[in-house]
Nanobody
């Protein structure tokens, strides 16, 4: 059994920053690829960022230059540093493991006010 638990969401003003965490627990699984997705009200879930174990990362165009995905492999935790937040970043943010995603967290709400 694998559990992914997101935390760090909250309410922030436009231009502010938040750091999300995704902690993994349970049985051992492949740590090669981890990602972040988000889903805004009335919209479909969309890709945000992905991290490979070798250090490579990739981002959606909408967040490139503002968001940074990182890992602490010893803690089995993935982070999403979000800077220069915009109201359109408001969504529930989910972490996922493996490609295609096999395990999902329950999500953490991020709300950015104007």
């Amino acid at each position: 059994q694998v559990q992914l638990v997101e935390s760090g969401g909250g309410l922030v003003q436009a231009g502010g920053s938040l750091r999300l965490s995704c902690a993994a627990s349970g049985r051992t699984f492949s740590w090669k690829v981890m990602g972040w997705f988000r889903q805004a009200p009335g919209k479909e879930r969309e890709f945000v960022a992905i991290s490979w174990s070798g250090g490579s990362t990739s981002y959606a165009d909408s967040v490139k230059g503002r968001f940074t995905i990182s890992r602490d492999n010893a803690k089995k935790t993935v982070y999403l540093q979000m800077n220069s937040l915009k109201p359109e970043d408001t969504a529930v943010y989910y972490c996922a493991a493996n490609n295609p995603p096999q395990y999902w967290g329950q999500g953490t709400q991020v709300t950015v006010s104007s």
